[in-house]
């Protein structure tokens, strides 16, 4: 069974610490890959604070409508310069219209 996020506190600035399922523990910082139009909204502390747990899809998700992959969240140090670089590429204009 993928692991799922049980819980999460925030930390300083953008950093969240999560528990997954499977008792291991993360410390996540989100402040190199909040771009795009679904994460700028998030560099507002004050939102980026607003995250919560919804148990049915065992991650966090944010009134935005953001979230991530519990399996991504779980294995963060495979997937982080990837979603870094990814975050940052230019979104094709035929996607914007």
Not at 27 to 44: A, K, M, Q, T, W
Request: glycine letters at 4%.
């Amino acid at each position: 069974m993928p692991c799922t996020v049980t819980d999460f506190e925030f930390l300083n600035g953008y950093e969240i610490r999560f528990t997954f399922s499977d008792d291991t523990v993360r410390i996540i910082d989100f402040s190199s890959i909040l771009y795009g139009s679904v994460f700028v909204p998030l560099r507002n502390p004050a939102l980026f604070r607003q995250a919560e747990l919804n148990a049915d899809t065992g991650t966090i998700e944010w009134p935005t409508g953001a979230d991530f992959n519990p399996i991504i969240l779980h294995d963060w140090p495979e997937y982080q310069k990837k979603i870094e670089q990814a975050m940052r590429q230019p979104m094709p204009v035929a996607m914007i219209a």
